[in-house]
């Protein structure tokens, strides 16, 4: 998963549980049969096969190497084995590489070293050169504006033609991809990009660009990039980056998508969790979580017998981590009467991370600004609804499109899920109401090494899987949907699109 959430205080969370739900056509099933079937131990056993994977495979399940491909076959098996209609599409993508660390130093007027990080898709470069600062980064940190900093090509002056030039630009408004390839095209020879200082916006984060960018690109945290902010009228810095992408020779991957036998082809319920993971680690939480849950719900669903009403479609999704392009590939090859089969997507990128909040996507966006299509919000009011009914709080986090629900609330399906955290730091008020510890990662292990088998939260794994137990059997089942006039017809995709914002991406594409 590449996604940066936005911690919010316990009130807007206290309010989520106590609010009514908005009006919702779904029917109420019962869902317990197929919760008890969905085991912590039945997920932990599809878990300890992907470390075992990634164990044999160089520590890695990334797209495009063998511990995918090893990870794709043992889901395929499985769910071939449950009964299944299982086919694989392939598809080719831009393979990237980081081969040393980033390195970033200031030279003047203060000798500063940095710690930094290298943006996906960055392209090679040791620059140095004197730093010049894009137009609106916001300095004191508000919530309000965000920093539109590097969105507009206006927001650059020209470059010098006769020395080198870095671009400093404060994270918000657009994709990082847009940023970057705005200081290119303004001449800037290399590109630091630092967070925005908001609440959960403030530390070194990782970003892709979504692919081949043209000048070296670089992260800093808000203190870091503030401070260098100030200094920008004589300061130079020197960034060494050394990456690989093969677009010549791109790697092949393939999304796993299984269809139950039963249910109405006319319309499909998209359960979807991308199966790699980052270059650097296995991925056993980001995203082996969301994988293995989701493998177990339909090994039980089958199991069980259930016919759903509504055609049931698990998709495991492939280089989600290079910028979702496997779901992208999947909805950008639909036919046009397949996408209006497709009623709604469910979305589950880390459900077990070690200091964990029960995060639901914020389908009607009042929390957090982004609304999905209409839909969406029954959505978020079905999984808040049935936490609630467990006595379990909640907390909204950003529905912007930065993890595979992405490319379908762009074509106007309705969509939602949960996530346990990534990155961000835990609040005060979060820690009183789901334990762990305040002012730490949710997951210290994103996208590292360390996000391995032990690095899971049985708890987190117990109540996520249980409530998307219930969604999934419950989207599956209804008789009516969430229209007002009862159907389940597709919506009006280009009206419903027409509400979601206009860039791509996971969590770290801006």
Not at 352 to 376: E, Q
Request: proline share 6%.
């Amino acid at each position: 998963m590449r996604k940066r959430m936005i911690a919010v205080p316990l009130a807007a969370a206290l309010v989520i549980t106590q609010m009514p739900q908005p009006a919702s056509a779904v029917d109420e099933i019962n869902t317990k049969k197929l919760r008890d079937a969905v085991t912590v131990s039945g997920i932990l056993g599809h878990e300890r096969v992907l470390q075992r994977i990634a164990t044999q495979n160089g520590g890695t399940r990334a797209s495009g190497t063998p511990g995918f491909a090893a990870s794709a076959a043992y889901v395929t098996s499985v769910l071939k084995k449950a009964g299944y209609k299982v086919t694989e599409q392939k598809f080719t993508f831009p393979f990237y590489r980081e081969l040393a660390p980033a390195q970033l130093n200031q030279v003047s007027p203060t000798p500063t070293t940095y710690e930094t990080v290298t943006y996906d898709y960055s392209a090679s470069g040791n620059v140095t050169g004197r730093v010049v600062a894009a137009l609106n980064n916001v300095l004191p940190p508000t919530p309000t504006p965000s920093s539109t900093a590097g969105c507009a090509a206006t927001d650059f002056a020209p470059a010098s033609t006769t020395a080198p030039e870095v671009a400093l630009i404060q994270r918000g408004g657009c994709d990082f991809a847009v940023k970057a390839a705005n200081a290119a095209a303004a001449g800037y020879d290399a590109a630091i990009i630092f967070n925005e200082g908001q609440p959960g916006r403030t530390d070194l984060f990782t970003g892709t660009l979504g692919g081949p960018g043209a000048i070296p690109v670089v992260g800093l945290s808000f203190a870091d990039g503030s401070a260098l902010a100030q200094q920008v009228a004589a300061g130079t810095v020197t960034i060494h980056v050394q990456t690989s992408t093969e677009v010549n020779a791109a790697a092949t991957t393939s999304n796993i998508i299984a269809d139950t036998r039963d249910g109405d082809p006319n319309k499909v319920l998209v359960v979807g969790a991308h199966l790699d993971s980052v270059v650097d680690g296995p991925g056993i939480n980001d995203n082996g979580s969301g994988t293995a849950q989701n493998l177990e719900i339909a090994v039980q669903l089958a199991k069980l017998k259930i016919k759903p009403r509504q055609k049931v479609r698990f998709a495991f999704w492939g280089a989600e981590e290079a910028g979702l392009l496997g779901s992208e590939h999947y909805v950008a090859n639909l036919s046009d009467t397949e996408l209006t089969t497709i009623y709604a997507n469910l979305n589950f990128d880390m459900v077990a991370s070690p200091n964990y909040v029960r995060f639901v996507y914020d389908g009607d966006g009042s929390d957090t600004g982004a609304s999905g299509p209409y839909g969406s919000d029954q959505i978020e009011g079905l999984f808040n609804k049935y936490f609630a009914d467990q006595g379990l709080a909640t907390d909204p986090t950003a529905f912007d499109g930065r993890s595979d629900y992405g490319p379908f609330i762009l074509a106007g399906i309705p969509a939602g899920g949960l996530f346990s955290g990534a990155e961000g730091e835990k609040t005060p008020e979060q820690a009183a109401v789901y334990g762990g510890t305040a002012g730490a990662p949710y997951d210290s292990c994103y996208h590292q090494a360390c996000d391995d088998i032990n690095n899971l939260n049985p708890q987190a794994l117990s109540e996520l899987s249980d409530a998307a137990a219930h969604a999934v059997l419950t989207l599956a089942k209804t008789k009516t949907g969430f229209y007002p006039d009862g159907s389940l017809r597709a919506a009006a995709r280009s009206a419903a699109a027409s509400k979601q914002l206009p860039y791509k991406g996971d969590h770290a594409v801006r």
